[in-house]
């Protein structure tokens, strides 16, 4: 079983910063794409930035400029730098990775974790 755990949320002020982590663990045989996803309050999950297995990267044009993310893969650990927050960037912050448990015939599967709260006021 494969588990991914978030950590770093928290209350900010604008124009701070936060680092977010996200662990995964468990039966885990390789993993591919590590991505952060953010809903707001009444709105839809959306994703915020992506890294490939080669570490290549993308961002929502929300983003661009403040955010970074980078990955661990030894400790199969993903981490989204957020610099100069802004009160827009208020929201649940969800990691995703695509995960190839162990086993003859595993597939690829989406994992998600059970998110933490970014909350970015004066």
């Known amino acids: 079983q494969v588990q991914l755990v978030e950590s770093g949320g928290g209350l900010v002020q604008p124009g701070g910063s936060l680092r977010l982590s996200c662990a995964a663990s468990?039966?885990?045989?390789?993993?591919?794409?590590m991505n952060w996803y953010r809903q707001a309050p009444g709105k839809t999950r959306d994703v915020v930035a992506g890294i490939g297995a080669n570490g290549l990267t993308n961002y929502a044009d929300s983003v661009k400029g403040r955010f970074t993310i980078s990955r661990d893969n030894a400790k199969n650990t993903v981490f989204l730098q957020m610099d100069n927050l802004k009160t827009e960037d208020t929201a649940v912050y969800y990691c995703?990775?695509?995960?190839?448990?162990?086993?003859?015939?595993?597939?690829?599967?989406?994992?998600w974790g059970k998110g933490t709260l970014v909350t970015v006021s004066s």
């Open positions: 995703n990775m695509v995960i190839r448990p162990i086993g003859a015939f595993s597939l690829a599967e989406n994992y």
């Open positions: 468990g039966s885990i045989f390789s993993v591919y794409s």
